[in-house]
């Protein structure tokens, strides 16, 4: 049996390995920009774009949490269909 291979944004086919790996460099990336957002807001730091910058990248982790979601669902119908093939 082939791999599957889904189309993310429409655009870059991806096995199911290559999607998660990614997303997992995307969420370690996301983590650490968060950690760096949360410790300026609490050390009250006078650079504005870290000050409020938690709320955005916590935002974009939600969104990129729905994202996988949503892939995981296309490559399980994916795998059904290339099972009832």
């Given at each position: ?22 997303q997992a460099i995307v ?8 950690y760096f957002a949360l ?27 729905l994202e996988t979601l ?16």
């Amino acid at each position: 049996m082939s791999q599957i291979k889904v189309k993310a944004y429409g655009l870059v086919p991806f096995t199911k390995k290559q999607y998660l790996i990614m997303q997992a460099i995307v969420f370690g990336i996301l983590f650490v920009c968060l950690y760096f957002a949360l410790r300026s807001y609490f050390n009250n730091a006078d650079n504005i774009l870290w000050t409020y910058a938690y709320i955005g990248i916590a935002i974009i982790i939600f969104l990129e949490i729905l994202e996988t979601l949503y892939m995981m669902i296309k490559f399980k119908k994916a795998e059904t269909q290339a099972t009832s093939d």
